[in-house]
Nanobody, 121 residues
Framework: QVQLVESGGGLVQPGGSLRLSCAASGSIGSINVMGWYRQAPGKQRELVASITDDSTMTYTDSVKGRFTISSDNAKNTVSLQMNSLKPEDTDVYYC???????????????WGQGTQVTVSS
């Protein structure tokens, strides 16, 4: 089994910063993508940012220039530094990883439990 554990959500004022972190553990053979999605009630989960094992990064347009994704391949961790936060960034943020478990030949998608980010004055 593979587990993703997130930390770092909370309440912040507009213009403030938060850092989300996620650690993958368990029977991990390799990881080729890690990232963050977010979801508001009644809406589809959307990609915020992702990073591949060769450090190719992708951001949704609304966070470009404000959020920075980083990873540590050796530790199987991914972080999201969120600056200049806006009320519209309020959502539940989910860590994501595409993992090939040990003894398997294909990659599978895994999700964290979600962490609430609230931007409000």
């Amino acid at each position: 089994q593979v587990q993703l554990v997130e930390s770092g959500g909370g309440l912040v004022q507009p213009g403030g910063s938060l850092r989300l972190s996620c650690a993958a553990s368990g029977s991990i053979g390799s990881i080729n993508v890690m990232g963050w999605y977010r979801q508001a009630p009644g809406k589809q989960r959307e990609l915020v940012a992702s990073i591949t094992d060769d450090s190719t990064m992708t951001y949704t347009d609304s966070v470009k220039g404000r959020f920075t994704i980083s990873s540590d391949n050796a530790k199987n961790t991914v972080s999201l530094q969120m600056n200049s936060l806006k009320p519209e960034d309020t959502d539940v943020y989910y860590c994501y990883a595409r993992v090939r478990p040990i003894y398997y030949f294909i990659y599978r998608d895994y999700w964290g439990q979600g962490t609430q980010v609230t931007v409000s004055s």
